[in-house]
């Protein structure tokens, strides 16, 4: 390079499931020079089911008219924030006004950077759990703010220890990131844990923004931090069409919240993209449609899968929790392993990659993730080939 990348980026590094998919692209390559098959990649939660038959005949008709290949508004179509206004009424029995509380996304993790760069000054303190998902972190350093970890622990069952953060230098802390159905541990809001979030976010004025993709994986209950009773005034939420309706590589999400911050947002996001794809809009008002039939579907696949999740660690002798949520299952190692080196080992003699758990923070580093995002057939060779050490 004639010129030096900008210092902001001396804060990050490549993504960590960047880096390991180009290095599982090397092994198999060896692996297929040597006769042996694929690695077997438990990582990444991407979905591999279909999504809604409706969403996927709505895009394709769609598609092939006249005058829908332009850039589209930056608020997205007037239809998809109605969608998504009666999606949040229906199952998180949360009033959104389509007209200014819903801000459409390419995806919820291109909402955690907006949010960051929206809201973020230099120096800013910003809490983010530990363990949790890696980009909290990475869209605070790039926004150049203070990151402070706060801990989730197993024995508080992956809960916020408000005493603890009581006991915190607050000052200057602006934001805060909370995750449930927690990534990558499972653990399930509850309302009363939603109205301490509240409450605390309020009383030291720190905005929060709950990221909530998983909350109808294996769950039984759909829960939002917005329907506690005047959340909008401090807190934001992102949901995903990736997860709930197998459409990741679509990238449809949204961010709600209060007026006055879905604009501000948008200042930002006017500037870095021109609109999604009209026909990819319209299907996704189709997917967000879907009945309780979806849904329990849906989840049948990842209770069966899970099954064999569970029998994975058994055999690593990890422990796990059957009542948690989301797309993957989180195991506690036996006292002296270490997530690293337990991934390293089943990677290289066994050609099966699970996740460490140290990526996502300190609290991690003695846990694996195994996901679900694997057909049960798959899982099971993955198992076979586990035992076989």
């Known amino acids: 390079m004639i010129i030096q990348p900008a210092t902001r980026t001396l804060s990050v590094k490549e993504y960590y499931f960047s880096v390991k998919n180009k290095e599982m692209a090397r092994l198999n390559a060896q692996r297929a020079q040597a006769g042996l098959d694929s690695i077997i990649n438990l990582g990444i939660g991407s979905p591999d089911g279909t999504p809604p038959v409706e969403a996927l005949q709505t895009v394709a008709l769609e598609a092939v008219k006249d005058g829908v290949h332009g850039y589209q508004s930056y608020t ?3 239809q998809l924030r109605e969608a998504f206004a ?3 009424k229906r199952y998180y029995n949360v009033e959104l006004d389509p007209s200014c509380e819903i801000q459409p996304l390419t995806g919820s993790k291109e909402g955690i950077l907006l949010i960051s760069l929206t809201f973020l000054n230099k120096g800013d303190g910003v809490l983010v759990p530990d363990p949790g998902y890696p980009t909290y972190t990475s869209a605070s ?5 203070r990151i402070i970890k706060y801990d989730l622990l197993e024995e508080n069952g992956w809960y916020p ?3 603890a953060l009581e006991k915190m ?8 990131w909370t995750n449930y159905p927690g990534m990558p541990t499972g653990a399930q809001a509850t309302k009363e844990l939603y109205r301490k979030i509240v409450d605390f976010g309020r009383r030291h004025g720190i905005l929060i923004v709950n990221d909530n993709p998983y909350s109808f994986i294996r769950t039984k209950e759909h829960l939002s931090i917005l329907e506690v009773p005047g959340a909008k005034e401090g807190c934001l939420e992102m949901n995903s069409l990736s997860k709930a309706h197998n459409m990741a590589g679509w990238r449809l999400g949204m961010v709600a919240g209060q007026a006055d911050y879905i604009r501000e947002i948008l200042k930002v996001k006017s500037q870095m993209d021109s609109g999604i794809f009209r026909p990819l809009q319209l299907a996704a008002v189709k997917a967000l449609e879907a009945g309780e039939d979806w849904f329990e579907k849906l989840n049948a696949e990842y209770y069966r899968r899970a099954e064999v999740a569970y029998r994975i660690m058994d055999t690593i ?3 796990y929790d059957r009542n948690a949520a989301g797309l993957f299952v989180w195991g506690r190692l036996p006292d002296g392993l270490k997530g690293a080196d337990v991934s390293d080992r089943l990677l290289y003699d066994a050609g ?3 996740t460490p758990g140290f990526i996502f923070g300190k609290n991690g580093e003695n846990y694996i993730r195994i996901s679900l995002c694997a057909n049960v057939e798959t899982l099971e060779r993955a198992l076979e080939k586990i035992k076989s050490l």
């Open 76 to 78: 997205g179509i007037p």
């Open 86 to 88: 009666a999606w949040y």
């Open 141 to 145: 350093n790039m926004a150049e703010a």
């Open 161 to 163: 220890d408000f005493d």
């Open 169 to 176: 230098d607050l000052t200057g802390v602006k934001m805060m």
């Open 317 to 319: 002798g990890a422990t």
């Open 352 to 354: 099966v990659f699970i």
